[in-house]
């Protein structure tokens, strides 16, 4: 059993990458544990400009230098990261595929006021549905390569993104939708490139979701991870931020709430911990705040979501329209193309094929 204090880790976290209106004194040095921990979360470099603008004193010189490194680190990743979204951009652009930035490339292009302040670890675009598959094959007959092999095709068709590709050594994953066909989050007939936004970022243009359908996509995203037990800080930091953008904050949630008002009690419930980062929310010791910290340092601990996965991957296909195709997910669920046998289970070369497939049934 975990001996680390992830409830004080959390709150004290917060406390450092609150959005600050005054100046905040740290009563005593950043551990290292705690600087740890706020990288884990995507929030070393956050800490540092926190410090930076003086709105924490006291934070330690060796976190302090290392959440240095951590900003200049993510700066000059970034770089490499726009340079890829260009030239991927410009291969759709040209077969006539439009893109939309989604999550941390446009985020750490706009929300965020320096783009060395939000880590990313991928690329992820949004192309029209239904083009999802051309994008791909675009893509593929570049210098890119394929990094996964999908569970079959009808799993690629319905999931929200196709099969992530490496272009100049980072992960780019094109999105076909918001989220899978059986995703409770899944929106009908929608044309997200009638809701955008065209940014500029060092001379390159990039379309990106307008405020309400980012803040619906990372307020449902942050919902999903939950579902399957995991949380990172840095996604109540995305959502407090955009939140914090808005000039009527209480208009700016009621149209989010719309998109999926069936929805509303789990988003809220991510609201709620994403409030906590916004100016002059006390961290007090009452019982709702004093749950929601429990909450959260329960899920951001690093546990085995397997068995989660599992079951909300199932309810999903069960959700998937056509009755003819949720019998072939089904099926390629438990018995996948043998590409996908063989690329997932390499360490098991010598091994029968009709023994692996036993094995993947039972999950040993």
């Not at 911990?273 to 329960?298: K, T």
Request: some cysteine; aromatic content about 10%; glycine content about 6%.
């Amino acid at each position: 059993m975990s001996c680390i204090d992830y409830k004080r880790l959390v709150k004290s976290a917060i406390e450092l990458s609150r959005i600050q209106d005054v100046a905040l004194d740290v009563k005593e040095p950043v551990s290292d544990e705690l600087m740890r921990f706020c990288n884990d979360n995507g929030l070393g470099a956050w800490c540092f400009a926190q410090c930076q603008q003086k709105a924490l004193s006291g934070v330690g010189e060796a976190a302090l230098s290392n959440w240095k490194s951590v900003y200049f680190l993510n700066t000059i990743n970034y770089q490499r990261y726009l340079a890829v979204f260009n030239k991927i951009s410009k291969y759709l652009s040209e077969a006539g595929i439009p893109v939309i930035a989604l999550k941390g490339i446009a985020l750490a292009s706009h929300l965020y006021k320096d783009d060395g302040l939000r880590p990313m670890g991928d690329i992820d675009i949004l192309v029209p549905e239904g083009m999802g598959m051309k994008a791909l094959e675009v893509i593929l007959q570049t210098e890119a390569e394929p990094l996964f092999v999908p569970r079959s095709p009808y799993h690629e068709q319905s999931d929200a993104h196709v099969r992530g590709v490496k272009v100049d050594g980072i992960m780019v994953e094109i999105h076909q939708r918001l989220f899978s066909l059986g995703s409770d989050y899944y929106t009908r007939n929608v044309d997200f490139f009638t809701h955008t936004v065209e940014i500029e970022k060092q001379g390159i243009k990039l379309k990106q979701l307008d405020a309400i359908w980012m803040g619906y996509h990372l307020i449902a995203h942050a919902v999903k991870g939950i579902e399957m037990g995991g949380l990172r800080l840095g996604w109540l930091l995305d959502i407090a931020l955009l939140i914090h953008s808005q000039q009527e904050e209480h208009s700016f949630l009621k149209d989010i709430f719309a998109i999926k008002p069936e929805k509303k009690k789990e988003m809220q419930s991510v609201i709620d911990m994403a409030l906590l980062l916004l100016p002059n929310q006390v961290m007090s010791q009452g019982h709702n705040v004093d749950c929601m910290i429990d909450r959260i340092a329960q899920l951001v601990q690093n546990d085995d979501h397997s068995k989660s996965y599992r079951w909300i991957n199932l309810r999903q296909l069960l959700k998937v329209p056509g009755f003819s195709t949720k019998v072939k997910l089904l099926w390629y669920e438990f018995f996948p193309q043998k590409a996908y046998m063989r690329f997932r289970y390499q360490g098991n070369k010598n091994e029968p094929l009709w023994r692996i497939y036993i094995k993947r049934i039972i999950r040993r």
